[in-house]
């Protein structure tokens, strides 16, 4: 028996040979530096703010560079897979607009000639790679069985020795002659295609990260298992194929994977490719009792990128904190630049940090509330009205109803050189501005103005004989003073601070009864605005309220 006549034995159904899929896969047309990157996630849970952090890295790198970054949905760990899994990455990457220049766009239409880019719809593609292992002697058929695998393992734990398949654990299934292994495949045994590796524990190997730097290993002498027993690749050979056939540069992942680089070169090498660069980005980590730790997907509900659009946490907003993750000078130059577009900002491997980012949730807010206090209210309400749509039915109503006075209170105080930041999500809006248009039953926040005679005694008065709906802001405010001045109150605070006990209160003790008023709230908005907004009738019948 060939080579060639065992390799088709042991994977008879193969409908290509690796050099069709050489020939297919042409290289990519880029000029000279451009950075091929991708994003591969799999569909085995939610989607992890890690894996936008990475997508939104690898995009910028890319763009930048003149490159291409794609999509590709790593799907081969069938028993892990969670139902809708590929629709909600899918949906995430649209959430955030994430620009990819190849992608899939659901399970049947893709964008790009390098597809397809769900890993299984490419069970062929990796077939006639590991087939052409088999032919040069660098894979071979395993038929261990899981009580083999738990035996192995529990005399490698009582030897102490490392745990894997290697070395003399790999002994005896690497010497199976043809006609044997022939005869376990006859009598319907069950096998896997593993990896015969060529390294040696004891030597080293030295790998350049982009991030990282150089990082020392020991060879990869480990035979892993590249196709499984239906067929389907692992992970580590199914993206030692892809990349190479997809062109890709640079791979951008999570530092976990750094441990696996060993066994990723060898792949690489035994496959005659060429490895691509590798840049470990440090997870995102969180502080637990002064200690840090990697954000979990059990704990932190943060961790999923769901968490965010559910809160109404602006997708710009999102992807800006992020960067601030993504490179350390990122900050300061938005800081300068703050209405420039991201695009403009270079990302550069050396200021990446490789100890861990700190999520700050506070942070985020910071920047979605400086964020949205720069838009215009129009844009503000129309993401607010989409993102209801969505995830509050119950405000959408209250949102048509009442547009206008929504987006001239979302204007208060807005196109101003220091405007408000009062809002960072779109889930608190309702609750902060519907006593704009929805005032019955108030509680009321009196501060240190609270004897009821005494407050109807203030808006009597200001309402008959001071309020004009025509006046402009600094007549309105005088005459606020000249009230206060013949109520006993002061209208100057400099003069107040001096002799308080010659006055009852001060304009500001004043004005905050009127506001609680006419809001229920000690602390608003521009007053002058807010009454200009409800009106003079609404704001009759709001003071009625408390004479009653």
Not at 56 to 70: P, R, Y
Not at 223 to 241: E, W
Not at 389 to 409: C, G, M, P, R, V
Request: charged content about 30%; aromatic content about 10%.
């Amino acid at each position: 028996m060939t080579r060639e006549e065992y390799a088709n034995m042991l994977l008879p159904n193969v409908l290509h040979d690796r050099k069709y899929y050489e020939e297919k896969y042409q290289k990519r047309n880029l000029k000279p530096g451009a950075m091929v990157t991708r994003i591969a996630p799999s569909p085995t849970g939610f989607v992890h703010i890690g894996t936008l952090y990475q997508a939104i890295v690898a995009n910028k790198l890319a763009k930048q560079s003149g490159g291409v970054c794609f999509l590709r949905i790593e799907d081969t760990d069938q028993k892990r897979l969670v139902e809708n899994g590929i629709e909600q990455i899918l949906e995430a990457v649209k959430a955030y607009q994430i620009p990819f220049d190849e992608y899939p766009i659901d399970m049947e239409r893709e964008v790009g000639a390098y597809g397809p880019y769900i890993q299984s719809k490419r069970a062929d593609i990796y077939q006639a790679f590991a087939k052409d292992l088999i032919i040069k002697d660098l894979a071979y058929p395993s038929f261990l069985t899981e009580e083999e695998k738990k035996e192995m393992t529990e005399k490698q734990q009582k030897r102490k020795q490392r745990i894997g398949y290697y070395g003399i654990w790999a002994s005896k299934e690497r010497a199976l002659t043809m006609e044997e292994v022939k005869e376990k495949v006859e009598a319907g045994i069950p096998y896997v295609i593993r990896l015969k590796s060529k390294g040696s524990f004891d030597n080293k190997i030295v790998i350049e990260d982009c991030i990282k730097g150089k990082i020392e290993f020991p060879e990869n002498d480990m035979d892993h298992v590249l196709l499984k027993s239906d067929g389907i690749p692992t992970y580590h050979f199914a993206h030692a194929v892809d990349d190479t056939l997809m062109g890709t540069t640079h791979v951008t992942r999570g530092d976990e994977w750094v441990s696996s680089l060993p066994l990723h070169i060898e792949l690489f090498h035994a496959l005659g490719f060429e490895p691509p660069k590798y840049a470990h980005l440090a997870t995102i980590q969180k502080e637990e009792d002064g200690k840090k730790r990697k954000i979990s997907k059990r704990k932190d509900p943060e961790a999923n990128v769901r968490f965010y659009s559910e809160k109404g946490i602006p997708v710009e907003a999102v992807k800006i904190y992020l960067m601030t993750l993504a490179n350390s000078n990122f900050e300061e130059w938005f800081l300068a630049n703050p209405d420039s577009d991201m695009d403009e900002f270079e990302l550069h491997f050396e200021n990446m940090s490789t100890s861990g980012a700190l999520f700050d949730m506070e942070k985020l807010l910071n920047i979605s509330r400086n964020y949205l206090s720069r838009i215009s209210a129009e844009e503000f309400y129309n993401q607010i009205l989409q993102w209801a749509e969505t995830y509050s039915k119950d405000f959408i109503e209250d949102l048509k109803t009442y547009k206008d006075i929504i987006i001239a209170t979302l204007n208060i105080e807005r196109n101003v050189a220091k405007p408000r930041k009062d809002y960072g999500m779109y889930s608190e809006i309702e609750s902060n501005i519907k006593y704009m248009y929805h005032f019955e039953n108030p509680e009321y926040e009196w501060q240190r103005i609270t004897d009821k005679k005494e407050i109807v005694e203030i808006l009597t008065t200001y309402i008959e004989n001071y309020y004009d709906s025509s006046d402009t802001e600094e007549v309105w405010f005088n005459k606020m003073k000249e009230m206060c001045d013949k109520l006993g109150y002061a209208s100057n605070m400099k003069e107040y601070k001096k002799n308080p006990d010659n006055y009852k209160g001060n304009v500001a003790d004043v004005s905050t009864v009127l506001r609680v008023a006419l809001t229920g709230r000690s602390r608003t908005p521009n007053l002058y605005d807010i009454m200009k907004i409800i009106g003079q009738e609404e704001i009759t019948r709001r003071i009625a309220l408390l004479k009653n």
